[in-house]
């Protein structure tokens, strides 16, 4: 597991002593990560918003449960990811918004600002969408937290609550699904 680095570390201490500007730089540093892992599994802006909110206050409630030998910003991206998923599953329960519909999609740059290449990066964009939306939440938290966060097996696995091989395999099973989805695209741009 990755230690703290010494800024946390300091701030982390001072914010557990009452210190607000300690935990106002701990947000500064870390609400850009977050917020792109929340839009990453919710797919849009305002929930995302919304689980960064919702990962700093249980954060900062939490404060004094958080165990110092650990990483402070694989903590969040667990409250993180556990605040996306409750997202999700409410949206489930009311059903009010397919997941993923309604025009939200995901930003894949074009190589190319050609009418061909827009319209392929256009037709990606909805194939990772729905490709992402069909996923399990946990493997779309270990897919993006793997392939949009970069983080290790190992740090994704205590993200989630999983053991190294449990890991793996939502990470493979993801991405298997993913490769499933854009197959068709193979060779259409080329």
């Not at 909110?53 to 903590?75: H, I, M, P, V």
């Not at 074009?110 to 946990?138: D, K, Q, W």
């Not at 190294?164 to 197959?183: D, H, N, P, Q, Y």
Request: aromatic share 6%; charged share 30%.
């Amino acid at each position: 597991m990755e230690r703290m680095d010494g800024a946390d570390v300091a701030d982390v201490a001072r914010a557990r002593s009452g210190d607000e500007s300690a935990f106002q730089a701990l947000v500064e540093r870390h609400s850009r990560q977050v917020f792109r892992l929340a839009y990453r599994m919710t797919g849009n802006e305002h929930d995302a918003e919304d689980v960064v909110q919702e990962t700093f206050l249980k954060a900062y409630k939490n404060l004094d449960g958080f165990e110092s030998r650990s990483n402070f910003g694989s903590w969040l991206h667990r409250i993180a990811a556990n605040a996306s998923f409750d997202v999700l599953r409410a949206r489930a329960r009311h059903a009010e918004e397919p997941l993923l519909e309604g025009g939200e999609t995901w930003d894949v740059p074009a190589s190319s600002p050609g009418p061909e290449r827009l319209a392929l990066s256009a037709e990606v964009e909805r194939r990772v969408s729905r490709a992402l939306a069909r996923l399990s939440p946990t493997e779309r938290s270990a897919f993006v937290l793997r392939h949009y966060q970069g983080l290790s097996v190992e740090e994704i696995g205590t993200v989630l609550g999983c053991d190294t091989g449990a890991t793996k395999s939502s990470i493979f099973r993801a991405v298997r699904k993913m490769r499933e989805a854009l197959t068709p695209l193979v060779g259409a741009g080329a």
